[in-house]
């Protein structure tokens, strides 16, 4: 599911197809163990997936959102964002985070449509490369 998000959004994340498909599956393992990884279905396919994960202690993080192209305005990002919004609240957290890259305004739209806003925060995608990042967050 992460490298077809990559291949699909690559302005979308952090990372890269090149990257992440060399990565073995102890990596894998590694990753998803501190987190909560979600997946939504769709007719017996896996059509997206996102998770949450510790910020601080009262923040979460909202991270690696994507949805498939065949599966978008059907509701499924807005159900992945709320559900990794109850994973942080039934976890203790008092906001939930997450990161933009700048000119993604379908995703910015999604996040607002679930409570989200901008913090004002801004900062390179990867230092030194042009490309920003903006963070939204909610209060739950």
Sequence with gaps: MRLAALRDAPFAFGSTYEREQTADEKSWRERLANRAQLAAEL??????????I?????????????VAPRARGRGVGARLVNSVVDWAKNQGYST???WVTDGNAVAERLYERCGFARTGVVQPVHPGEPRLEFEMGKRI
Excluded: F, N, Q
């Design 43 to 52: 007719d017996g396919e896996i059509v997206g997936t996102a998770a949450g």
């Design 96 to 98: 939930v985070l997450l």
């Design 54 to 66: 510790a910020s601080d202690k009262t923040s979460a993080a909202l991270i690696s959102m994507w």
